[in-house]
């Protein structure tokens, strides 16, 4: 029995190189960081023009300007973090498909059959949880832009309380965005482990 | 003080190689625990927004166990990198014995100083180069940083307690101000820990290079800061310093009396306390990327290694 039946794999000729999710993983890592890193400054300009809008509010059109721009705020800032938290699942993604792809070929170099994890449940825990938080929180930023077109048609009341169910709903998706990261980290410990074993069994 | 905080990160004597790990196991549980949390709070905002008086109280001790469970799992994601490094110094040891065995005998080349590879420039030494200064502080932080950070985000959801408290006589702003800038500190701080254990993920990867190398015989190929790494940095302490000082604005919020003025500071506030975390995550993704880097460069050297010997 060698030391690799611990683990669901699969045996073939040549290294496998990338699968799909690591493709993607290194395709999409640098414009997500790139939407990151725009989004964030654009919620923080418009949340100062929303604070001196409230610092010098004498009106009713004054409290619906600052109404709206709550959303506007909450809508790009939570684009920012849809968009980084991406960026990590991706660099995640990135990582795992440079295991795959340097271990596969480091066992074809030896000239040794070539051993490949399979995708481990973790894996797929960490994709579906990606997805979900990536969902939850774009359907909630789109809902934030709803109601910001909204504010001068709808009453006050039912845009602020729009506004407190979709900051339940972006939190939990940054929840299941983040449970996602720690399962996508937890599958780089089981590669390792896996890899080690099998280095082990190169050298004998 | 880095050396007790370092052992955390390698194999003990005895440890098993094969041996599922411990820290990621119970980073999954925690992680569980930080996710029930932020749905709790999701069915107490839902529940509250279809009520008529409870909005308020709830909005003030939702916040605070929201930002809770974003901590727990952050503090998860630590205890899985720290897994991570242990896992990563068996793998050296493994490579090293493999590589002893598996590389064709041949005359090691002198070491030639600076190298060009398809993965950046490197250094070509006769021995391991050392740590760099901030791996070493990466080394000595993470844990500080994780452990202060947890407890910050611990006293902030108590701060939301009495916030909540404080709600139905209006007199909840000192609170709110100092809950939110306590919680936030901490989930800086969390993310800084974070971004020190890569940093320590990164500093094992050139040391366990380097030792393997050097047990072969070999000139030390070693790949030099990357600009991901260099940005990594600065979004970091870009980051780590707009979360310092939203806590010292939050704090001269907390003694504005007048309700007007508060909602204009609280406006700008909470993006500029996102504002920080979203650097501070944009610096992650950027080590997480240089990670993948050196993985690629270190698989290309170990197979040049077994093939050509040198």
């Given amino acids: ?204 | 003080m880095t050396t007790r905080f370092d052992a955390l990160t390698r194999p003990k004597a005895g440890d098993d190689h094969q041996a599922p790990s411990k820290h990621r196991s119970i980073g999954f549980v925690l992680a569980f625990v930080g996710l029930m949390l932020a749905a709790v709070t999701l069915i107490a905002n839902i529940a509250a927004a279809n009520s008529d008086t409870e909005t308020g109280t709830t909005a003030a001790w939702s916040f605070g166990l929201t930002v809770l469970g974003f901590g727990t799992i952050k503090l998860a994601i630590g205890l899985v990198l720290v897994g991570i490094l242990v896992r990563l110094w068996f793998r050296v040891t493994a490579v090293k014995d493999a590589c002893a065995n598996l590389k064709p005998d041949a005359e090691a080349a002198a070491p030639r100083g600076t190298v060009q590879t398809e993965f950046g420039e490197c250094t070509e030494t006769a021995e391991a180069p050392g740590p760099l200064p901030i791996h070493r502080m990466a080394r000595t932080m993470w844990f500080p940083m994780l452990a202060m950070g947890y407890m910050l985000v611990f006293v902030g959801f108590v701060l939301s307690l009495v916030w909540s408290g404080k709600v139905e006589d209006g007199t909840q702003q000192a609170a709110q101000a100092w809950t939110q800038g306590v919680q936030f500190l901490g989930e800086g701080m969390l993310l800084a820990g974070v971004s020190f254990l890569l940093g320590s993920i990164l500093a094992a990867l050139r040391e366990g290079g380097g030792e393997l190398q050097q047990s072969l015989g070999l000139a030390v190929r070693t790949l030099k800061m990357p600009k991901t790494a260099k940005l990594f940095v600065g979004f970091m302490v870009a980051g780590l310093m707009v979360s310092m000082v939203q806590f010292v604005l939050y704090i001269a919020a907390a003694s504005i009396t007048n309700p007007q003025s508060f909602a204009a500071w609280s406006a700008w506030l909470g993006p500029f306390r996102e504002f920080g975390l979203g650097l501070l995550l944009a610096g992650i993704v950027l080590a997480l990327v240089t990670i993948g880097n050196v993985l690629a460069f270190q698989f290309s050297r170990v197979r040049e290694i077994i093939t050509t010997g040198k």
């Fill in chain 1, 1 to 204: 029995m060698t030391t690799t039946t611990k683990f669901d794999y699969e045996v073939t000729d040549r290294g496998p190189g990338y699968n799909k999710p690591q493709t993607m993983g290194n395709r999409l890592w640098a414009p997500m960081f790139a939407m990151a890193i725009m989004a964030f400054p654009v919620a923080l300009v418009l949340s100062w023009v929303r604070a001196s809008t409230i610092a010098d509010a004498t009106g009713p059109a004054d409290i619906e300007d600052a109404a709206r721009l709550g959303h506007l705020v909450a809508a790009f800032g939570f684009i920012g973090f849809l968009a980084v938290f991406a960026a990590i699942s991706f660099a995640i993604a990135r990582i795992l498909g440079r295991f795959r792809k340097g271990g596969g070929e480091i066992q074809e170099s030896v000239g040794n059959e070539v051993h490949t994890l399979k995708m481990p449940v973790t894996a797929k825990i960490f994709m579906l949880f990606m997805m979900m938080g990536m969902m939850t929180i774009g359907v909630s930023v789109v809902l934030h832009f709803v109601a910001a077109g909204a504010v001068g048609t709808w009453e006050l009341e039912s845009v602020a309380r729009w506004g407190e169910v979709l900051e339940g709903f972006r939190r939990f998706g940054v929840a299941m965005y983040l449970f996602g990261i720690a399962f996508g980290l937890g599958t780089i410990t089981t590669v390792l482990r896996f890899q080690t074993i099998r280095v082990g069994q190169l050298a004998r």
